[in-house]
């Protein structure tokens, strides 16, 4: 058979089994995302079944959204407090490393490669064993439960991937830029502010959308630092409501709170792929 | 990099030296938030993490030095000893069976073709949603009643009835897998795509000349130029794996019986649950030493010269 084959016939069958084989796998990878989102649009009674099919039969309702709405202080107060979380961890995260990527780039100071050694090799060192240091130093600053505290915490467990991240891209900007502007007499910030941060941009946003993801998606420390229910951030209500603390688990509801979460990764992620695989392939060349 | 030499006897010496000396300040100042915080939020922490674990440190009252009383204690806690045992395990499962998804996917995907770009993004899309969005998600796929895995298998007559998948330690273990798999399986392949694009195509060619099968070429010539990859992946798996939690605690909830929890669930457990502080700094002292030993086996393997 094999031999009498003609050249696009075996192009055809390897077509086949390509796509074949590529569709199966990205269903596989994309179902429960799908099957979670369209559970959530079912309404509440019918969102209690077995999801089969997923879609919603009964028609398309939005009444597990307004039974998650109910828990606790407000799904708006939560949605706020990760929103709040994930947007002052993006801009302080942004602003100490381009700061820090521009320091190490471009300046020599006493013990300079030990200081960014030490910032770079945090990474080695998990945060889940230092919990409870970090409860008891945040206790005593007054920000234990404040979204403040969580954010500081999250900006600084960032630290090593976006200073990298940021010198590296400062690193790769010729000198001579910058000599020409000093030289016409600009001040060092804005050198750096109306010069160099344009060019580092891309960096920027890579340092931006591993923040955001970071701290949407935190779970652990969140659930030990933020004690009172009104701060928590999604994951951690949801967690919460899992584990039948408001009753009945309404799964529904969970559902929509899922949605509601993976939203915005699946979002952001399409939009800024290319800043997002740039920033996993920057670990893995280097 | 250190500092370019000064040469001594240069007439504008002192002004060039303040001028230098200002520019390392200005240095300074640029890096100093970064260093305030890890000093502060990782540095510090650290440091009292080793001093709490040395004493009994109860959430009120006052600690009392107990010198290495937690770390004799740990020795006798059969329940810490069942977590770490357990956490290795789950550890060598998840990832080789990440490996065995994730690397045909990178093989799958490495060579343009239409669409691939497409299944490269399906692949990938789970890495980026949360383990506490994706854990949630699975925890009601693996529910009894409301899920879709034992009701579906009951509707289909596989089994005589709707059976509780989270009541059995295999049957909780085998679904955390194959959640793990979907949801860690493109990021792994992402790493090992950058290995394999690494491979200059002449080399393959010149192989595929020589007569060498696709096999061949695989085992005696990707998978040892990608020893820097795979090693690099496999530790970034390994250290995640260790330091495993969400899922155990938002699935499963460390059951049945207490069976799925790991070593970071311990740990949160006797700090934030019985609060002990003392010994549950002592634990994490045990698992970040373990960690770092990963480490730094993890620079060894990537700084061998027989690396790409």
């Known amino acids: 058979m094999a031999r009498t084959r003609t050249a696009p016939t075996r192009r055809l069958l390897q077509g086949v089994r390509y796509h074949g084989f590529g569709a199966t796998a990205a269903i596989l990878f994309l179902a429960p995302l799908a099957w979670s989102v369209l559970v959530s649009f079912k309404p509440s009674v019918e969102a209690r079944q077995p999801p089969l099919p997923p879609w919603p039969v009964g028609g398309f309702s939005v009444q597990n959204y307004d039974n998650l709405a109910q828990y606790g202080a407000g799904i708006w107060t939560y949605a706020g407090n990760s929103l709040a979380v994930s947007a002052a961890t993006v801009v302080a995260s942004v602003l100490v490393s381009l700061l820090a990527g521009y320091g190490f780039s471009r300046f020599q100071f006493p013990l300079k490669n030990v200081l960014f050694v030490l910032i770079i090799s945090t990474v080695m060192i998990p945060f889940q064993s230092i919990l409870t240091p970090l409860f008891l130093i945040l206790t005593k600053l007054g920000l234990q439960n404040t979204l403040t505290g969580i954010v500081l915490v999250y900006v600084t467990l960032q630290l090593p991937f976006s200073t990298f991240m940021m010198r590296n891209a400062f690193d790769a900007v010729p000198k001579e830029i910058e000599e020409a502007a000093r030289a016409d007499g600009a001040s060092v910030f804005a050198v750096l502010y109306r010069i160099m941060l344009p060019l580092v941009l891309p960096g920027v946003a890579t340092v931006a959308i591993f923040a955001f993801l970071a701290s949407w998606n935190e779970f652990l420390a969140a659930l030990i630092l933020l004690t009172d229910q009104k701060k928590y951030t999604l994951p951690v209500l949801m967690a919460a409501v899992r584990s039948g603390q408001f009753g009945t688990i309404d799964w529904g509801a969970v559902q929509s709170g899922v949605t509601l979460m993976m939203a915005p990764c699946l979002a952001l992620f399409l939009l800024l792929q290319r800043y997002y695989i740039r920033g996993l392939t920057a670990g893995a060349v280097k | ?308």
């Not at chain 2, 690099?232 to 460390?254: E, K, N, P, R, T």
Request: net charge positive.
């Open chain 2, 1 to 308: 990099m250190t500092d370019t030499p000064q040469l001594p006897d240069r007439p504008p010496r002192r002004l060039r030296t303040a001028r230098q000396r200002r520019k390392q300040l200005v240095g300074l100042l640029f890096v100093a938030p970064a260093l305030c915080l890890v000093l502060l939020f990782f540095v510090i922490p650290l440091g009292m993490a080793f001093w709490m674990s040395l004493h009994n440190w109860p959430l009120l009252g006052k600690p009392r030095f107990i010198w290495f009383g937690n770390y004799s204690r740990l020795f006798g806690d059969a329940q810490f000893w069942s977590s770490l045992r357990f956490t290795v395990y789950y550890t060598l499962i998840v990832t080789v069976a990440i490996f065995s998804v994730a690397f045909p996917l990178a093989l799958f995907v490495e060579k343009a073709r239409p669409l691939t770009k497409l299944y490269r993004t399906a692949f990938f899309l789970p890495v980026v949603v949360g383990f506490g969005s994706a854990s949630l998600l699975w925890a009601w796929l693996l529910d009894v009643d409301s899920g879709l895995f034992s009701p579906a298998a009951y509707w289909l007559g596989l089994t005589a009835q709707k059976i509780n998948l989270l009541a059995d330690f295999d049957t909780t273990f085998w679904s955390i897998i194959i959640m793990v798999v979907w949801k860690t399986a493109g990021f792994n392949m992402i790493i090992l795509l950058t290995g394999l694009q690494g491979i200059s195509t002449e080399v393959q060619e010149a192989a595929r000349m020589d007569g060498a099968s696709p096999w061949q070429r695989f085992r005696r010539i990707t998978l040892p130029l990608m020893r820097r990859t795979i090693a690099l992946a496999l530790i970034l798996s390994v250290a995640g794996s260790m330091l495993a939690f969400d899922q155990f605690y938002i699935i499963a909830d460390g059951g049945p019986q207490n069976s799925t929890i790991t070593a970071v669930y311990w740990i949160f457990s006797q700090s934030f649950m019985s609060f002990h502080l003392g010994y549950g700094a002592a634990l994490s002292m045990v698992l970040l030493a373990i960690l770092v030993v990963i480490s730094v086996v993890q620079l060894r393997l990537l700084r061998s010269p027989e690396g790409m």
